[in-house]
T-cell receptor, first 112, second 112 residues
Framework: DTAVSQTPKYLVTQMGNDKSIKCEQN?????MYWYKQDSKKFLKIMFS???????INETVPNRFSPKSPDKAHLNLHINSLELGDSAVYFC???????????FGPGTRLTVT | GQQLNQSPQSMFIQEGEDVSMNCTSS?????WLWYKQDPGEGPVLLIA?????ELTSNGRLTAQFGITRKDSFLNISASIPSDVGIYFC????????????FGTGTRLTVIP
C-alpha cells in the first residue's frame, strides 16, 4: 500500500486556468504538508495542516489554497495559474508537527 | 526563508568508493534529517538526528549531528549503483512556526 499518494502525477494546463491536486495518506498521521520543488530542485514548504487547521503559510500567493476534508486528505487548489507556477508539488505527512516527514511521489505541473 | 548549503553540489564516484557530503546553516537546528530523492519520485527519509553530537547509522549510511547544531554530515560506505540520486539535508527550526528547511541538494552519480 502506498503511504502518501498524489493525483495526478502529471498536469499540463494553460495560464489562467484553475486546477486541483489531491493528496491522501494512510499512515494515520495528524499533520500534512505541501511543498514546491523548483527547476533547481530546491524544496520549499508551502502549507501544513494539523487537525484541519492551517498552521504554516510561507508567503504563498493566495491563489493557492489547501483544503482538508479530513485528517487523511490535503488537497491543493490553484486559481488563475501562472507560468511561474510550473514546478513539482509534493505532499507529505508526519505524526507530530514537522518531525520525520514522509513524501508522496509528486505532481509535475506544467503551465503553458 | 532559510537556506541550508550542501556540498559538494554533485559527485561522480566509482562503485565501491565511500562518499561524504555535508550541510551547513547560519542558524541552529534542533533536528536534522537526511533524505534521498530518485528521479521522478518524492524524497525518502534516510536518517533523523535529534541530539547535537549524535552519530546514527542506517545500513551503509552514517549521519552526524554537528556539535554546533549548525551542520550535519552524511557518509555512504561502499557505494553501489542504486545510491544514485539527490541527497537533501533538512533542518527543523523550532522557533516560531516549526518550519522544516531543506538544503540545496547533492547529486550523486555512481559509475559501475
Amino acid at each position: 500500500d502506498t503511504a502518501v499518494s498524489q493525483t495526478p502525477k502529471y498536469l499540463v494546463t494553460q495560464m489562467g486556468n484553475d486546477k486541483s491536486i489531491k493528496c491522501e495518506q494512510n499512515l494515520g498521521h495528524d499533520t500534512m504538508y505541501w511543498y514546491k520543488q523548483d527547476s533547481k530542485k530546491f524544496l520549499k514548504i508551502m502549507f501544513s495542516y494539523n487537525n484541519k487547521e492551517l498552521i504554516i503559510n510561507e508567503t504563498v500567493p493566495n491563489r493557492f489554497s489547501p483544503k482538508s476534508p479530513d485528517k487523511a486528505h490535503l488537497n491543493l487548489h490553484i486559481n488563475s495559474l501562472e507560468l511561474g507556477d510550473s514546478a513539482v508539488y509534493f505532499c507529505a505527512s508526519s505524526q507530530v508537527l514537522t518531525t520525520e516527514q514522509y513524501f508522496g511521489p509528486g505532481t509535475r505541473l506544467t503551465v503553458t | 526563508g532559510q537556506q541550508l548549503n550542501q556540498s559538494p553540489q554533485s559527485m561522480f564516484i566509482q562503485e565501491g568508493e565511500d562518499v561524504s557530503m555535508n550541510c551547513t546553516s547560519s542558524s541552529i537546528f534542533n533536528t536534522w534529517l537526511w533524505y534521498k530523492q530518485d528521479p521522478g519520485e518524492g524524497p525518502v527519509l534516510l536518517i533523523a538526528l535529534y541530539k547535537a553530537g549524535e552519530l546514527t547509522s542506517n545500513g551503509r549510511l552514517t549521519a552526524q549531528f554537528g556539535i554546533t547544531r549548525k551542520d550535519s554530515f552524511l557518509n555512504i560506505s561502499a557505494s553501489i549503483p542504486s545510491d544514485v540520486g539527490i541527497y537533501f539535508c533538512a533542518g527543523l527550526d523550532q522557533t516560531g512556526a516549526n518550519n522544516l528547511f531543506f538544503g540545496t541538494g547533492t547529486r550523486l552519480t555512481v559509475i559501475p
